[in-house]
């Protein structure tokens, strides 16, 4: 096992470790480590090594050998060239990447910390003298690898060699290079992991996973079937920034990714966007009088503020925006004003404000500057409606707006992750805190139970802030969202975290228990979090496994509550002449419950099912 701080053995099948790294240079760190199964009995370990000193160039590839209880340190000589057939020195050398295919042989890429990245792709040649590392690409295009962050590499079983960076390319043993992303361009161009099996490569990439079949005697694919998508409702690894949910059609999804632009899922199948391109923040307008027709998308790589029409289908209108970076878009709808919303608004030079229009920014000169107080504070990480109030999250503080003036209501040390409201409570508001940077400290959640009774925001000395982070959430906080039970009741309250939603019904300050939701959800980090209090569903978004959804049956809505029987039956009551429906998956329709008369009873296990109600 390598890592920056030592490369550690296991003998006894992964109970026990050691760290053997005192054969290696002193300082030394490790970035890869390969083991190769040479044949009859025979095996070859290889470290990747960084010598961030430079001390007898001791950054490379070096082979570790057991003797006599320990083990052995050995640098594997190389011929260092670059891709234009140029000598260059190990200490150009700032990230290392080591492959092995059984039977075939050893590769390992060396890239540069800045661009142009890839230095070259090298095999591992074994003679008399033992292994040597021969350069194997001469090319004059360059693969881009952004410090490190696209890096694979592999050896196919034919003994072509795969490699890149931004770009996945195939070198042969003449020295030829040839960019397979570039062939078709029909695979993302971020390839992070590529592996060779049964004469096909596989490239794990920002788009997913995609399989290659080579063709025999000549570089490339044969046609663009030679790439096929291992994508599926299963295995589904986007990088999942944003998401937005219809509340008219709750299989309509708008989902924002780092790197594939907008899906858009409608009729139960997943459709790109066009205009949309990298980084891309999801809305939905929620107000009924919009009917679901209005989205709002901003792309963080073209700058763009877009719009749509049409429930999402399309993004057919730029809306007049700044050209300057938001790293943290944010859109907050009011909970009743039909096209009213407030945007964090980038003023330029990593100044930002925050403005209201109330046209759904249909005319740009005629949004109002709020102007909170929040000069060199950075860009807004929380905004929220709540009552006659608006509150904007900035630096670890809040700052209160009455309409005249704005008061800076809370300060702390974290960043203030989100700040929400419960439309049937509107005294109370709900916000939680977290941080910048590492150590990876679990966020905590408060309530202030009545924004305007006067009282400090803070647990003593005179304040009324509760602290309900309770027992059971020990996660870093991304993002709060809730479901209303209705006046005079605690919400339902949802926190996304690095480490899956964790939910509680029931607030008790300090003794507030919260659980972790879905069986079977990924451990993965959600970056976006979405709840239809119409139909109890949730929605997130996951940096790594694509757009999840469920359903919480624990919390009654109008016209349709729902009471546990057993642990098989649950119980479905409505409160007026409405014909029960059911869908089994996203297929972006319905189906009625024949003899859904109120009271129905229906099962809570097996395959997961969603109903709502239908006028008749």
């Known amino acids: 096992m390598a890592c920056s701080a030592g490369f550690y053995v296991s003998e006894d099948a992964g109970q026990t470790f050691r760290n053997i790294a005192s054969g290696a240079p002193a300082g030394a760190s490790f970035g890869d480590v390969m083991f190769y199964d040479e044949g009859q009995n025979s095996f070859a370990i290889f470290a990747a090594v960084i010598d961030p000193a430079g001390v007898n160039n001791a950054t490379g590839v070096w ?37 092995a295919t059984p039977g075939v042989g050893v590769v390992t890429s060396f890239t540069m910390r800045d661009n142009p990245g890839l ?68 695979i993302h161009v971020d390839e992070h992991a590529i592996a060779a099996y049964g004469g096909k490569i596989y490239a794990g990439t920002d788009g997913g996973l995609f399989r290659f079949t080579p063709q025999p005697g000549m570089l490339g694919g ?88 049409d429930a999402g289908a399309t993004l057919s209108k730029h809306l007049t925006f700044p050209k300057n970076g938001v790293p943290n878009f944010l859109i907050s709808f009011h909970p009743v004003d039909k096209d009213r919303f407030l945007v964090n608004f980038p003023l330029g030079a990593n100044q930002f404000s925050v403005k209201e229009t109330t046209d759904g920014w249909e005319d740009a000169t005629k949004v109002t500057d709020l102007a909170p107080p929040i000069h060199n504070l950075g860009c807004p990480t929380a905004l929220c409606y709540a009552g006659n109030f608006i509150y904007v999250g900035a630096a670890g503080m809040i700052f209160q707006f009455d309409g005249a003036t704005w008061n800076n209501v809370f300060q702390n040390n974290s960043r203030i992750t989100s700040i929400i409201a419960d439309p049937n409570n509107p005294a109370a508001v709900y916000f939680a ?3 910048d940077a590492a150590p990876f400290i679990p966020g905590r959640v408060f309530l ?3 924004k305007a009774n006067g009282l400090p925001w803070r647990q003593n000395n005179g304040g009324d802030l509760q602290e309900l982070t309770g027992v059971g959430l020990n996660a870093p906080v991304s993002k709060l969202a809730l479901i209303s039970k209705g006046p005079g009741r605690s919400p339902n309250l949802y926190a996304a975290t690095l480490f899956g939603i964790f939910k509680t019904g029931y607030l008790n300050g300090t003794a507030t228990a919260w659980s972790r939701m879905g069986n079977g959800f990924p451990d993965t980090p959600i970056w976006d979090l979405q709840v239809n209090p119409e139909n109890r569903m949730i929605y997130v ?7 999840w959804y469920t359903l919480d049956l624990t919390v009654s809505i109008s016209r349709l509550n729902a009471h546990r029987i057993n642990s098989d039956t649950l119980a479905l009551e409505w409160e007026d002449d409405s014909i029960l429906q059911v869908a089994t998956t996203i297929p972006g329709n319905w189906a009625d419950v024949v003899g859904a008369t109120s009271p129905q009873t229906v099962s809570a296990t097996g395959p997961q099912k969603f109903y709502r109600l239908r006028g008749r």
């Not at 663009?224 to 690894?237: D, G, H, I, V, Y």
């Not at 899906?263 to 009917?291: M, Q, R």
Request: charged share 15%; with cysteine.
């Open 448 to 450: 202030k139970p009545d």
């Open 433 to 435: 805190v977290d941080w």
């Open 119 to 186: 230095l070259n792709v090298f095999k591992l040649v074994k003679n008399l003298a033992g292994y040597s590392g021969v350069p194997k690409w001469f090319t004059s295009e360059q693969f881009y690898t952004q410090g490190g962050y696209v890096m694979g590499v592999c050896v196919g079983e034919d003994g072509r060699t795969y490699g890149g960076g931004i770009g996945l390319a195939q070198g042969d043993d003449t020295g030829s290079v040839l960019n397979l992303q570039a062939q078709f361009e029909n």
């Open 222 to 309: 044969a046609s663009a079937a030679s790439w096929e998508t291992l994508n599926s409702s299963s295995l589904e690894n986007f990088l999942t920034e944003s998401v937005a949910c219809n509340s008219k059609d709750p299989f309509n999804v708008l989902a924002g990714h780092q790197d594939n632009g907008v899906a858009h899922l409608s009729g139960g199948e997943w459709g790109w966007l066009a205009n949309s391109n990298e980084s891309d923040f999801t809305f939905f307008d929620p107000n009924p009088a919009n009917n679901g027709n209005i989205a709002y998308v901003y792309d963080a790589s073209n700058l763009d503020f877009l719009k749509s029409y």
């Open 63 to 99: 082979q570790i050998t057991p003797s006599g209880g320990g083990y052995q340190w050995a640098q594997v000589p190389f011929t260092l060239r670059n891709l234009n057939n140029a000598v260059f020195d190990s200490t150009s050398i700032a990230r290392i990447k080591l492959s």
């Open 541 to 547: 978004a996951t940096y790594g496994r694509g757009v």
